[in-house]
Nanobody, 126 residues
Framework: VQLQASGGGVVQPGDSLRLSCVASVAILNYHDIAWFRQAPGRDREAVSC????????YYANSVKGRFTIAGNDAKNTVYLQMNSLKPEDSAVYFC????????????????????WGQGTQVTVSS
């Protein structure tokens, strides 16, 4: 599966952005999709995950209440709506796909994902 992330940009604190992850196939039929992010000098961390089985989405504590993940099956796209952005949200954001069926337990583990898109830069600065 091929993934392409987009939607990043430079915004001010408190602003919103919506990231898109477009897949080459009807991805949500078979895969769990996650967003990760990586800031300079830091490890890549999981931000959110949506399950192909329609279960509840998962969020990192740092983004709960501000970020929302959603899928559009018709467009083979998963979105990450990011509101109330903070400078610490600045990072390169990646989308990833997992066919393991284990994302309910391991959604935040990088090794759980077998397909990655290129990153999109998000910069939050005043």
């Amino acid at each position: 599966v091929q993934l392409q992330a987009s939607g990043g940009g430079v915004v001010q604190p408190g602003d919103s952005l919506r990231l898109s992850c477009v897949a080459s196939v009807a991805i949500l039929n078979y895969h769990d999709i996650a967003w990760f992010r990586q800031a300079p000098g830091r490890d890549r961390e999981a931000v959110s995950c949506i399950s192909s089985r329609g279960g509840r989405p998962y969020y990192a504590n740092s983004v709960k209440g501000r970020f929302t993940i959603a899928g559009n099956d018709a467009k083979n796209t998963v979105y990450l709506q990011m509101n109330s952005l903070k400078p610490e949200d600045s990072a390169v954001y990646f989308c990833a796909a997992s066919s393991s069926g284990n994302s309910d337990r391991y959604w935040s583990a990088r090794w759980n994902y077998d397909g990655w898109g290129q990153g999109t830069q998000v910069t939050v600065s005043s």
